[in-house]
């Protein structure tokens, strides 16, 4: 099976740009999480989606939205592009038969450089 | 709230074993440990579930204490390949689909 996949890898914005990232999950997954990660805050978790539906929400501004799409698909938006936005987004995915008591598997990320 | 782990940081020799540990303060459901070695994903090591069931590597062996909310991941006769930063998540009874990540923990290990 092919693994997560996530466009683009690498990315230059400026302050005030928004950006939509997207994420492909393992063939058969229908749930997709999506994490920021930062060298002082580590991995934080962003929303998740399962069959279109977003079940949870982490403490980001409204800046930060997603939406997941039919074929299980996700793209996660950020508007007004931040300094501090600069980061690794990671999406994981997971078969999503129930609680997040499976293994979720990471893509490679996309890192965001805001300028 | 983010769970703790602790250290932060452990230098090993190949084949020293180490522990590491991880924290909450909230009644947790399955603990989560994962590996990211530097310029990649995190990679799935083990699952903790509430009541006793595992899941996970071979080689790697972890605990949870259900009644203290910790868990700890045990490495033993490490290898160099165990290098990396290892990530604990956690869900609790009141974040359903949702994992909350600790600031993880730096393993290095030299020849």
């Known amino acids: 099976k092919a693994g997560v996949t996530q466009t683009p890898r690498y990315l230059i914005k400026t302050r005030g740009q928004q950006v939509t990232l997207s994420c492909s999950p393992i063939?058969?997954?229908?749930?997709v999480s999506w994490y920021q990660q930062t060298p002082g805050q580590g991995l934080q978790f962003l929303f998740e989606?399962?069959?279109?539906?977003?079940?949870n929400k982490g403490n980001f501004p409204g800046r930060f939205s997603g939406r997941q799409f039919s074929n299980s698909r996700s793209e996660m938006n950020v508007s007004t592009l931040e300094l501090g936005d600069s980061a690794l987004y990671l999406c994981?995915?997971?078969?999503?038969?129930?609680?997040?008591?499976?293994?979720?598997?990471f893509g490679p990320g996309t890192r965001l450089l805001v300028l | 709230q983010q769970p703790v782990q602790s250290p932060q940081a452990v230098i090993l020799r190949e084949g020293e074993d180490a522990v590491i540990n991880c924290s909450s303060s909230?009644?947790?459901?399955?603990v989560h440990w994962y590996r990211q070695k530097h310029g990649e994903a995190p990679v799935f090591l083990m699952i903790?579930?509430?009541?006793?069931e595992q899941k996970g590597h071979e080689k790697i062996s972890a605990s949870f204490n259900e009644k203290k909310q910790q868990s700890s991941l045990y490495l033993t006769a490490s290898q160099l390949s165990y290098s990396g930063t290892y990530f604990c998540g956690t869900e609790d009874g009141g974040s359903n689909y949702k994992l909350t990540f600790g600031k993880g923990t730096l393993l290095t290990v030299n020849p």
């Open positions: 909230k009644a947790l459901y399955s």
């Open positions: 063939s058969g997954h229908r749930s």
């Open positions: 903790l579930l509430k009541g006793g």
């Open positions: 989606y399962f069959s279109e539906t977003q079940r």
């Open positions: 994981a995915s997971s078969p999503g038969r129930g609680r997040i008591r499976e293994t979720q598997y």
